[in-house]
């Protein structure tokens, strides 16, 4: 968290504590004041009942004195019940609302993050394929190295597709304007199709596939691609060159599932759930070194419920992520 922000919301704490003091002070004055106006009217009805003692036979004096203990008790009771349950009150309510800033706060700093990233995301693909053209432009290379350069520059249109696909997509899926176009397909074909295009993006990868055929799923194709796509990327992004990724598809009764496992470092316990929010990315901000905008998995998994499944993340040992989508068919 910067530090601009990390004052801010100190600053927002310190103020917000000041006034939950005072709403506390205030509760325990009322309580104290309240008490002391029950024993004021309790010690007057005494000196009261002295005054007409006199008159009064000694079993009527003791139980008008009793009836006055008595309705100075319930004050007593009264009182402090009212007073727990302000107390109770005031203290989840403050509880909900420090919650709801910090989270918050939280939102605005993965915005904030997100936004960064997503600048950073957008210019390095423009860049890259920018100096490739001029180069082609201004030189005249051998055959083999206008090959290398062109499908550079493709890999990084293609990255910037994906990238952009995900922001759109996302937002019409968030808004609900996204018409789903949704259509008996083979999962199979669009799995082995996908796993095509990422041997050929990157073919210093290895890549293996363990697809059973005619998993047949009701579906949008392009929010499936996506879903792969997504998978995939993750599992490129954070496994090791020699690392290998691999694609599984199976059948079972009344379902598919669909794994993607990668031998990358793995995700933490604590992190497991926290990787398919909105934003979330695991790490510290300054020092994270992947590239990425917090939206890929955040996708998958709105993608997956949107198609009656859902997705969640084991270990791969003896190390890496196994990422599974299961689709209730």
Request: contains cysteine; positive net charge.
């Amino acid at each position: 968290m910067p530090d601009e922000t990390r004052k801010r919301l100190k600053r927002t704490t310190v103020i917000y504590c000041t006034l939950l003091f005072y709403v506390l002070a205030a509760l325990i004055w009322w309580f104290i004041s309240l008490e002391k106006q029950s024993k004021e009217i309790a010690r007057q009805q005494y000196e009261n009942l002295a005054a007409r003692s006199e008159t009064m036979s000694t079993l009527k004096l003791a139980d008008e004195m009793q009836s006055i203990t008595r309705e100075e008790k319930r004050n007593t009771r009264k009182y402090i019940a009212e007073g727990i349950t302000f107390l109770i009150l005031i203290v989840i309510g403050a509880l909900m609302v420090y919650r709801s800033i910090r989270k918050q706060f939280k939102l605005q700093q993965q915005q904030q993050n997100f936004m960064m990233a997503v600048t950073h995301e957008l210019k390095t693909p423009i860049a890259v394929a920018r100096l490739n053209l001029e180069t082609l432009q201004k030189y005249t290379l051998d055959p083999e190295k206008q090959k290398k350069l062109i499908r550079n520059t493709l890999d990084e249109t293609t990255r910037l597709h994906l990238l952009t696909n995900n922001i759109l997509v996302s937002s019409q899926l968030e808004s609900d304007r996204y018409h789903s176009a949704m259509e008996e397909l083979d999962l199979s074909t669009l799995l082995k199709d996908c796993m095509r295009d990422f041997r050929k993006r990157f073919p210093d990868r290895v890549f293996e596939e363990e697809i059973e055929e005619e998993a047949d799923l009701r579906g949008d194709p392009l929010l499936l691609q996506m879903l792969i796509n997504n998978l995939v990327e993750n599992a490129i992004k954070y496994s090791p060159k020699e690392g290998k990724i691999k694609a599984v598809l199976a059948k079972a009764s009344g379902s598919i599932r669909l794994q993607v496992i990668d031998e990358g470092p793995g995700i933490p316990e604590e992190e497991k759930t926290r990787v398919f929010s909105k934003f979330y990315r695991i790490g510290n901000e300054s020092t994270r070194k992947a590239q990425g905008t917090g939206l890929g998995l955040y996708l998958c998994r709105k993608i997956a419920r949107d198609h009656n499944g859902d997705i969640a993340v084991t270990n791969n040992l003896p190390t890496g992520s196994n990422f599974a989508v299961i689709f209730k068919t």
